[in-house]
């Protein structure tokens, strides 16, 4: 199957100035070498500590922040290469939910404005069929047609993150980025998003990259995961093959800080030296070595690469000797 998105070596630098003449003082590896792809109808769960580049992997691919190299195939087309025009139509077909839906929905505006705003911008409906479609979506997201013409801060956390969804669907995308779009939210309520999205991308044929920190969500939405730390990849694979069976050291410590239910049932954990790096101060080996409990002399003076190894993708010398 020909996937939907392919991330082909994903850089993106961010250079920290300082002064009155913005003289260069250091970079900022944010999101170094990452490779990853999509398969339509597909979910892929990228997952990691915060500060490791998850969200800006997710701009890069919409292009919110340029990628400093790499490619971004999207449906055949590498976005790197688009135009700002070209890629402002191609948004119609990539779209974003965000954390925190207070702060992306215009609180000057009312649901229905919200949800109408896309359409006129992208001249996909006028008049008359833009209320259908703005009332045909509110309903798919479990919101009445009283509710539309009531502003954000009248509504619950839950309920705004439906709105948030809702504006991101109504064109139709056939891919969306999903940034840590439950966190913020009670857990009786991530449930309820989660079902409808779920929901949602079995109705709309979509294919999802899902941004998390959470590994209970992770393991419920996604087929494939990205383990990152760093800005670089750990581990890839089948979700269920990751978060069973983790051999990285950093998923397996990624995995035992995950509190249990039963609190009689006290599990082994692996506590990690040091703190991490900066990331405008990496090391020339593995990224990881400072907290590593298998760390080898080798591990301080190079990096590994990403090898097959047991059904998955491991950036480890444990695994590629």
């Not at 077909?93 to 925190?100: C, E, G, K, N, R």
Request: glycine content about 4%.
């Amino acid at each position: 199957m020909k996937p939907l998105l392919q991330v082909n070596n994903l850089k993106k630098t961010f250079t920290i100035s300082s002064g009155a003449f913005k003289k260069k003082v250091t970079e900022v590896h944010a999101v170094d070498d990452l490779s990853f792809h999509i398969n339509e109808r597909d979910t892929l769960a990228i997952i990691g500590e915060s500060g490791c580049g998850k969200s800006t992997t997710a701009k890069c691919v919409l292009r919110l922040h340029e990628p400093t190299s790499g490619e971004v195939i999207f449906d055949g087309e590498d976005l790197v290469k688009l135009s700002r025009e070209q890629m402002r139509l191609k948004r119609r077909d990539i779209q974003m939910i965000y954390q925190d839906p207070y702060s992306s929905l215009n609180p000057r505006m009312s649901v229905r404005r919200l949800l109408a705003e896309p359409l006129k911008a992208h001249k996909l409906a006028s008049g008359d069929e833009i209320n259908s479609k703005v009332e045909e979506m509110a309903d798919m997201v479990g919101l009445s047609k009283q509710q539309l013409d009531r502003y954000p801060h009248q509504f619950s956390g839950g309920q705004r993150q439906r709105i948030s969804i809702a504006r991101a669907l109504i064109m139709r995308p056939k891919l969306i980025l999903a940034d840590e779009p439950v966190s913020a939210l009670d857990v009786s309520i991530q449930a309820q998003v989660l079902n409808l999205l779920g929901t949602l991308q079995e109705e709309l044929n979509l294919t999802m990259l899902f941004i998390s920190h959470d590994l209970n969500v992770v393991r419920h939405v996604s087929n494939y995961v990205v383990v990152m730390y760093l800005g670089k990849v750990m581990e890839a694979g089948d979700t269920q093959t990751i978060l069973e069976n983790p051999l990285h050291p950093y998923t397996s410590a990624l995995l035992e800080s995950v509190p249990g239910l039963d609190p009689d049932n006290k599990k082994s954990r692996t506590l990690l030296k040091e703190d991490a790096f900066s990331l405008s101060e990496l090391p020339d080996g593995c990224v990881f070595a400072n907290r590593c409990p298998k760390v080898k002399e080798r591990c301080w003076q190079e990096a590994p690469d990403r090898v097959s190894y047991d059904n998955r993708e491991l950036a480890c010398f444990l695994y590629s000797e």
